[in-house]
């Protein structure tokens, strides 16, 4: 069995940054692919960035070049670096695993960008 945590989230003004960290149980880790997403009041959630079991990333349009996604598989932890956030930032994010058809998510962490 597969357990996500987060941490991380918290309140932070318009421009600060956040890093959010995801630490995986199971020995399943390095194998998977990890991703964070987000959703916001009244929202469907969705893909912040995604890292691949071999490191390759993706992003979402709203988030390039402002967040960075990177995974130490030796602490089975994936992180979210989230710099120059806005308000429209602000959500639950969930941190995802997946391998195969499996998908395994956190409880989620609140972040919220308000002055």
């Known amino acids: 069995q597969v357990q996500l945590v987060e941490t991380g989230g918290g309140l932070v003004q318009p421009g600060g940054s956040l890093r959010l960290s995801c630490a995986a149980s199971?020995?399943?880790?390095?194998?998977?692919?990890m991703g964070w997403y987000r959703q916001a009041p009244g929202k469907q959630r969705e893909v912040v960035a995604t890292?691949?079991?071999?490191?390759?990333?993706n992003y979402a349009d709203s988030v390039k070049g402002r967040f960075t996604i990177s995974r130490d598989n030796a602490k089975t932890t994936v992180y979210l670096q989230m710099t120059s956030l806005k308000p429209e930032d602000t959500a639950v994010y969930y941190c995802?695993?997946?391998?195969?058809?499996?998908?395994?998510w956190g409880q989620g962490t609140q972040v919220t960008v308000s002055s």
């Open positions: 995802n695993l997946n391998i195969d058809v499996q998908n395994y």
């Open positions: 199971g020995s399943i880790f390095r194998l998977a692919a």
């Open positions: 890292v691949t079991r071999g490191g390759n990333t």
